[in-house]
């Protein structure tokens, strides 16, 4: 006679399967509900080790003119901005010519729209000038005045944001003493300028240990020379890659994490992205991924690392409404991918960039649930 129903072993197997389910679905609950007490420190954490948090982080950064020129009011002007925003990484941006005012530039706003200084005398006016420049103390003068914003910054943001200081790399530093003129120099003197290079390295390491001691978790490098356009493919080889590496070297395991920022001047400019990208100490990149070349996706799968991105700063950003400002980070981050992106500009917010854009950014990118697929 055949039995009418099932055995008992396969009533404990269907009995155990279904234990199962309910344990791995338990299991994604408990994460996502882990994830959402998440600090900002643990959500950029899980995200340079590729892993996905509760929300895309984002990160936002603007110069903040005339403010920008002593520490108490550029420490002011920062934790307002986030404090408006509440971004997950907090970029300490000081006024774009910091470096050059010790060694005897004088700098001024000008009414750029990146909000950046500019020189109205430089150093450097001839080649006899660069064998004058002598090392500097970080921690006096200009210098001393960005790690006593720091500082100050590191007092609000501590157990709050992560923070990461701003460290120009010695050819961005050179080209600002000599008012774009750098390449000529090294290709008519390269002997003084590998010694001035040198020089200046030093003085940038110095600057960003100093930073990291005055309480910055993390330096934001930025090279203003990796595009095509910018130097020959030799003159990276030589006067460029070997004083970036050198400070990155120097600086890995002082830095929690360190971000590398390639500028590039003009729309479709290619940058020179693999040899500085696979450099070892370097935990993400950060690109004009919206106007240069590589793209955001693209970049990320050359990387193998995080990127920060996504944002068309000078694009719909910054000159159309909100709607379009919205669909296009959108876009962008659902064209990238969830995992190991940071969402930011390519670079410095514009001083005109409306506030709406940019709080509807913000709550465009924190609705975007990673996990809706699972």
Known sequence: MESSGSSPGSDIRVFLFALMLVHFETLIIYRKHLLRTMSK????????????????????????PNRDRNPE?????????????????????????YPVVDWGCIVVYDGALTGSTTCT???VEQASDWETL????????????????VELISEYSHGRVPTMATIFDPPMVAAKLCSGTFTEYIDDYPDVMKSVLDMITNVMIDFGRAAIEAGADGLFLASQHSTELSVTDE?????IY??????????????????MHLHARETDEVIRFKEIVETPGLDAVNWEDQSASPTLKEGKRLARKVVFGGIDHNGVFRTGDVDEAKKQVIDAISDAGYDKLVVAPGCVITVDTPEENIR?????????????DE
């Not at 954490?45 to 950064?61: A, K, V, Y």
């Open 73 to 97: 009011d550029l420490a002011e002007a920062e934790i307002a901005f986030h404090k408006m925003y509440d971004h997950d990484v907090l970029k300490i941006s000081f006024h774009g010519r």
């Open 360 to 372: 509807a950014v913000v709550d465009a990118v924190r609705s975007i649930n990673p996990f809706e």
């Open 121 to 123: 005398n430089c150093v």
């Open 134 to 149: 002598e090392p500097l103390d970080v921690n006096a003068g200009e210098f001393g005045k960005q790690t006593r914003a």
């Open 41 to 64: 420190f643990d959500l950029l954490n899980e995200t340079l080790l590729g892993n996905l948090g509760e929300t895309i982080p984002i990160s936002l950064w603007k110069h903040h």
């Open 242 to 259: 070997p004083y970036d590496q050198k400070l990155i070297s120097k600086l890995r395991g002082k830095a929690k994490y360190m971000i």
């Open 235 to 239: 003159q990276y080889k030589e006067f």
